[in-house]
C-alpha cells in the first residue's frame, strides 16, 4: 500500500507546477530589465559581543561594515525600533529559534501550538521593522519522530500561518540544517512546492551543506526557491579528524566551500538580496574582519 507522503505527492501534482510558477517570481527581490543581480550584506544579532546596550550593538555592527541583521524575538520591539533609527542598520528578517525547543513536528500537539504561536508573533514583529522573511527550521527528525510524520506535520502546522504571512507580506524561509530532514535538494524543493504558495520558500545555508553535498547543486535545483543566504565556511577534513561540529570551525574562504562555483551558480538563478554571515561573532575587530572576508570571498566577487 501507497504511504500517505506518496498519495499526497501525487495527488498533488498538478498544483506543485502552478505553484513553481509563483515561486519564481516571489522569493528573490525583483530586478529591472537592466540591472544586474547583488548581493547585501548582514549578520546575526546572535554574533554580536559586548555588554552595550542594543543600540550600542547596532552601531558596532554598522561600524564593522554590514549593511544589515537578523534579529530573535526574544527582543523588544521598541528597543529594537530605536536601535535601527539610530544606527541606520537594516533588520531585514527575523530567526525563529523556538523551532529547536518546540518543533512542528513534535508529536505533542501542545508543543506545536507554541511553535505556531511563535512564528506568528515574528511575522509580525517583522512587519512593524520593515523586515521581510522569518528564518524557520520546519522540522527535527529523531527516534521519537519518524520522517514521514515530521513531514506530515509540520507542513500542516505552516499552513495555518500561510494566511497571517500573505496578509503582512512576510516571507516564511526554510533553513537547511542538521536536523535529519529535507536532505537532498530535490525534496526540499518539493516540500516547498507543495504548499503552493509564493510565501514559503528557502533560507539557503551555503555552509551547512558542505558536510553533505555541493552548494552549488543545490542552488541550481531550488532556483528561485532560495529568498536568502546564510553565509558560513566548513572543512570536511577537519570534520572527518575532530568531529562535525569542528568543521565549522575555519574562517570563511578557508574551508571547502567553493565560493566560485557558488557564486556562479547564484548569478545563473539570478538571485539578488541579503547575504547573512552565520559564524563566530564578537566585538568590533572580529565583526570588522568578518565583513572583510565576507567582501573578499563572497560580495565583492559577485557584485563586480
Known sequence: MASTLDRRYFLNTAGIAAAAGLLSMSNQTVLAAD?????????????????GSLV??????????????????????????RAMGESGLIVHGMVDYVHWGQPLSSPD???????VEVLEKCLR?????????????????????????????????????????TELGIKILFENVWNNFLLSPV???RYIDEFQSPIVGSYFDVGNIVNYGWPEHWIRTLGSRIGK?????FSRKIANEKGKGAG??????EGECDWP?????????????WATAEVRGGELPRLTEIAQRMDKHVIQPYNA
Open 35 to 51: 540591472e544586474k543581480p547583488r548581493l547585501r550584506k548582514a549578520l546575526k544579532l546572535s554574533m554580536v559581543g559586548g555588554k
Open 56 to 81: 550600542d550593538k547596532f552601531k558596532m555592527v554598522k561600524e564593522a561594515g554590514f549593511e544589515g541583521i537578523d534579529v530573535d524575538s526574544d527582543q523588544p520591539v521598541e528597543d529594537v525600533k
Open 109 to 115: 500537539p501542545a508543543v506545536r501550538a507554541k511553535g
Open 125 to 165: 514583529e517583522t512587519k512593524l521593522y520593515g523586515g521581510s522573511t522569518v528564518l524557520l527550521v520546519p522540522a527535527v527528525v529523531n527516534k521519537e519522530i519518524s520522517y514521514e510524520d515530521a513531514y506530515v506535520r509540520s507542513q500542516a502546522e505552516i499552513k495555518k500561518c500561510i494566511p497571517l504571512a
Open 187 to 189: 525534496e526540499m524543493k
Open 229 to 233: 543566504l546564510d553565509i558560513k565556511e
Open 248 to 253: 565549522f570551525g575555519v574562517e570563511i574562504g
Open 261 to 273: 562555483a557558488v557564486l556562479q551558480a547564484l548569478k545563473e538563478i539570478g538571485y539578488s538580496g
